[in-house]
């Protein structure tokens, strides 16, 4: 029986990787075909491409980890170590936006009134809505934990209760923002104001919304006992995100909702 | 990927556990090459290599154990002084005890079938 004689995980071929990345390109050439030529149909080609790659390349992890056992402790480490090399980089993304977002307020210049909020605009209380959303978020924060030790100490309803929770506090930000964005007396267009605050705050959400459906996936996998109570690295990885999502919204808080009020 | 071939007669994606409190442990469900790892570390063997090679004093009467799965395997040796600057490499075949080329310490082969 070939077998190997060490403890990482050589994967199969799979087609998973091309068609994710015959997605991009149907994404932003159709994104470029839509801005000139009004037609959205190669960039929904792409986007549902997208959605069918995320799901089977995903489901092809779990069955190799968790059905097949090809999750070792080395290739566990693997992963980790994946997880946080990514998750790295989406502070290194939201750190540009950052920057934009100082680099015009900290030297309003002379046509926005030398001064930031700059002239014309009326910025949201980050007393009202946006603090409750700090307040939800931080919530989730401690569900999310709540969640890790009950699967660690091996209590499956405090760990599906828990997990529901964060998730429902995550959709309850979503849909508070969500009412803001609706409310907002500035929109995207509005100087560079509008662009700073739409695009980091935007970009938060988007991320908001990716974080929830990792930790649904969790639920579904949880329910269906794929974690142990000493290997569940989805969990944790999924997890390991949200609390990111939950930090970079203490920085969008308090750089642009409170300091740029 | 692969097919769905170890879920044949399971209608969903489902893992059946027998357990008290509700979250299987690894002792239950660890499956493939996990498990078998598992269950080969509970006995004190490492057979997948996890594990830095355990040192020996290199003497003839207590050579180095060289494990191996079939009847040769390369060994790398780092000079052992306080600047280490090379390795030496070399193969090391089943029989008598072979030295290294560079500092003579006692090398020996000794070979392990793979759990399966």
Known sequence: ?261 | YQPQLLLIGVSSSDVFICCVSGIPTDEEQATGLEKIIMETMKEGKDPYNMLKPKSYSGTKEDPNIVPSITNRRIVAVSVSEEDNTAIVWFWIHEGEAQRCPSCGSYYKLVHYDLPH
């Not at chain 1, 190799?64 to 480490?77: D, I, L, V």
């Open chain 1, 1 to 261: 029986m070939a077998h190997q004689a060490h403890p990482y995980h050589m994967v199969d071929p799979s087609p998973w990787p091309l068609t994710g990345a015959v997605a991009a390109l149907l994404m932003t050439s159709g994104l470029a075909i839509w801005f000139h030529f009004h037609s959205t149909i190669l960039m929904l080609l792409g986007t549902v491409l997208l959605v069918l790659t995320i799901c089977q390349w995903w489901r092809d992890v779990v069955r190799e980890g968790t059905f097949q056992g090809h999750h070792t402790p080395p290739a566990q480490k693997g992963l980790r170590y994946g997880m946080i090399l990514f998750i790295t980089s989406e502070v290194l993304f939201f750190a540009g936006f950052f920057w934009a977002f100082y680099h015009s307020s900290l030297a309003p210049t002379p046509e926005l009134g030398g001064f930031w909020p700059p002239a014309g605009i009326t910025p949201l209380d980050p007393f009202e809505v946006p603090l409750l959303n700090t307040a939800v978020l931080l919530a989730s924060g401690v569900t999310v934990t709540w969640a890790h030790h009950s699967i660690m100490e091996g209590d499956r309803k405090q760990a599906i209760h828990s997990l529901t929770l964060t998730i429902l506090l995550g959709g309850y930000f979503t849909f508070l923002q969500a009412l803001e964005y609706y409310e907002a007396p500035f929109t995207i267009a509005d100087g560079v104001y509008g662009a700073t605050f739409f695009v980091a705050t935007g970009f938060h959400g988007l991320h908001v919304i990716i974080g929830s459906t990792f930790l649904a996936v969790c639920l579904h996998r949880q329910i269906r006992h794929h974690f142990t109570s000493t290997h569940h690295f989805g969990f944790e990885a999924a997890a390991w995100y949200w609390h990111f999502v939950d930090v970079v919204w203490l920085f969008l808080y308090i750089s642009i909702y409170w300091w740029g009020s």
